[in-house]
């Protein structure tokens, strides 16, 4: 069954059924004001941090409340509704929704009783507070005298877990006012006259648009006793009872009153934020003329499109399409903003950003913004150690040049991150070498930049530190050693256990550091790589070739992880796909490991990260073991690893297998399927039950997800061969056979191509002929320097 469909004029997805399986969100604001929100109107806001700057309560794990609700009642017959399907959830027998979830906003519409109403909820461009506009329209052939409601429960502290946990303080620190059309709540507002000032806040909900009525600062008076959200006493009765809070759970509630004739429409607004009474009456009064907000509506929607508009396929796959001009793309913006801060499965309680997560985000966005994605690589190479390892978690308040490190006890304390990762570094290349490519900034190789902790060095340096943390860490055969975990955070190999995924990123950092050094004439570290390259690809054949796979890896006694005689966990995924990216395999390896993927770990959802699945033969480091058969590390279908088995697929040019990857694991070919997957048809979920669960497909972790990057990258440098480098980029498209042409709309370092492909054998990968602007070329390279502002791109495959 469907709930929805992909609008793709709009860049919407339009949900029509409101009881789907799950709270199905969208992500509104910056990381100054960020707020998500589902499309029955659940969720929360936060100012920059979901742990420490939270102001609107969310209940996890439950039914999708708290969150901002629009409340309509009739005042002649007291029956009431709410502008989306829940928190009241009348019967869909009467009661009609329809929310189009869009480019940082969302619109909810909905027709009930002859009430036609649309709640827009949005933050605007570059502002740090949110909207929630409101149009009702009467579409009886009668007057009707309506109450609307606006409602929002505050968290009491702006810290998470005290506000939920430690109550014998929160409960007794607030207090609300009613100051003319807002609520203004106050925490700690003595603070001023002798405790430190920054533990004062004050948020408001406001209304613009319509007189206020009454209002409620208290939740309990509003709520009434032993009731809930889709039953406030106060909605009940028509009318809030002016109570405000004082040592208890505060909220911020208006009523007004409306007439409406037949045909009639009436608008209203009403505003949150975290603000004090004088700036927040300044807000306020900016909306007076509520023609602003469809100026910012069209502001945003110009912003995001124009965004996303820097690469637009047009592909015989409506699936592709979808996810790759909009949802895909849009879901690596907010994944690339967010990290794996704040949605409704990650509870904002990480305060940081993920070293390997945040610097693997980047990359799912630089075709689209190269000079955003510039400044988020700056970050995070200041935050690498000087030698050369990434701090596993990078504080949102990083501090470079003074930072402790996993060297330091304090750091471990401070993070909860007790040692470094032999991964975490080595993801700059692939990422520095992507925006470079992109941009054509060569300078940027030797921009200087400081180390976390101490020290400064331009981006050739940190790279060249970055390899040095890898080889002085190597084990008994001479790869790199496991440390706390590589990729895979369940994976314990012990700190001198070697990772066979870490020695293969290591070679791929090699070959892209020799590129750099080339440009640069660093002979004697081109020498250097040259021979310490030859020594790793050597000893990765000789130990980690295994007839038709690579192993996972040795513990530090030696056994091996992953050989085809184990009778569990015996075919890991990473290993095969990333011989084939780093460059390592020979073909002949390359096509056996890529068919032993798809026998032994493919399915009708993805390929498994391992089979089988951890039961009875686990070794003590292999954290998986904690986890349901088929269930994340466990041998379940994790999603990020999509990307790099779509892209390796594509890299030897098996366009079928690459394309079948990508529809098994897509969620825009799940639309149908939505009973089963569960979460939201048109984002990425962390990973995907398989096949020893009673629930086989059934997806988790929605939106914060590294897939949203990896697969962006495997569909575009891979299935549509879009591979830039220093100089240029190639065009190496592998595409479904039966693809007999499509255009790709692309911006490459400021210049616009048009590029037809054409296919009429029916190829999947390779080309006949290539032709910029009526010249044939003499290969499948365009160098950038032949490049005008507009070009016509052929290539005959």
Known sequence: MNYGFFDEKNREYVITNPNTPAPWANYLGSPEYGAIISHNAGGYSFVKSGANGRILRYVFNQEDKP???????????????????????????????????????????????????????????????????????????????????????????????????????????????FKGNKILQTINENCHKGCNGSNRKERFLGLVGSEVASYNGDKASFLGRYRSYGNPIAVEKGACDNVLNYNSNGCGALQTKITLAPGETKEMAFVLGQYNDEESAAILSSYENLSKVDQELEELKAYWHGKLSNLYVQTPSSEFNNMINTWNAYQCFITFIWSRAASFIYCGLRNGYGYRDTVQDI?????????????????????????????????????????DTPDDPSYAQATGHPAYRADDALWLFPTILKYIGESGDKDFINEVIPYANKDEGTVYDHLKRAINFSMERLGAHHMPAGLHADWNDCLRLGKKGESSFVALQLYYAMSVLRDFASDLNDTDYIAYLDEVQKVLGDTIQENCWEDDRFIRGFKEDGEVIGSKKDP??????????????????????????????????NTKYGA??????????????????????????????????????????????????????????????????????????????????????????????????????????????????????????????????????????????????????????????????????????????????????????????
């Open 67 to 177: 969150g901002r609700y629009i409340y309509l009642r009739d005042d002649e017959t007291s029956d009431y509704w709410s502008a989306s399907w829940q928190p009241v959830g009348k019967s869909l027998e009467t009661y009609k929704s329809e929310c189009h979830h869009g480019t940082a906003y969302t619109n909810i519409k909905a027709d009930y009783s002859g009430i036609h109403s649309e709640a827009l909820y949005y933050v605007p461009l570059n502002k740090t507070y949110e909207v929630w506009r409101l149009k009702v329209t009467n579409t009886s052939d009668r007057p009707r005298n309506l109450s609307v409601f606006g409602y929002a429960e505050f968290t009491n502290e702006n810290n998470y877990e005290n506000d939920q946990v430690n109550l014998q303080y929160t409960l007794f620190i607030t207090r609300t006012y």
């Open 363 to 403: 990359q799912g966005i630089i075709h689209l913004d190269p000079e955003m994605a510039k400044e988020k690589i700056i970050f995070m190479l200041s935050a690498q150690v000087d030698n050369g390892g990434g701090l596993p978690l990078v504080k949102f308040d990083h501090n470079a040049g003074h930072e």
């Open 568 to 601: 569990e966990a015996s075919m890991w995924l990473n290993p095969q796909s990333w011989s084939v990216i780093s460059g390592l395999a020979t073909k002949e390896q390359a096509e056996k490991a890529l068919e032993s993927v798809y026998r032994e770990l």
């Open 608 to 797: 498994r990260v391992m089979a089988p699945s951890y039961k009875d033969h686990a070794f003590d480091g292999a954290l998986a073991l904690l986890f349901n058969g088929s269930t994340k590390e466990n041998g379940g279908i994790f999603s990020q690893p999509q990307g790099w088995i779509i892209l390796a697929e594509a890299l030897m040019g098996h366009g079928n297998r690459a394309f079948e990857y990508f529809m098994e694991s897509s969620p825009a070919a799940q639309n149908d399927n939505a009973d089963v997957r569960i979460l939201e048809p048109y984002v990425h979920g962390q990973f995907t039950e398989s096949v020893e669960s009673p629930f086989e497909g059934r997806s988790h972790v929605h939106w914060l997800t590294g897939t949203a990057s990896t697969v962006m990258v495997g569909c575009v440098e891979g299935i549509l061969g879009l591979r830039p480098d220093l100089d240029g980029i190639k065009l190496e498209p592998a595409i479904p056979s039966d693809w007999k042409t499509f255009t790709m709309d692309k911006v490459f370092r400021g210049k616009k191509l048009h590029i037809t492909v054409n296919n009429p054998s029916g190829a999947e990968g390779g080309y006949k002929a290539c032709y910029l602007n009526g010249d044939k070329l003499d290969s499948n390279y365009i160098f950038a320097a032949a490049l005008k502002d507009e070009n016509e791109i052929i290539l005959e495959m």
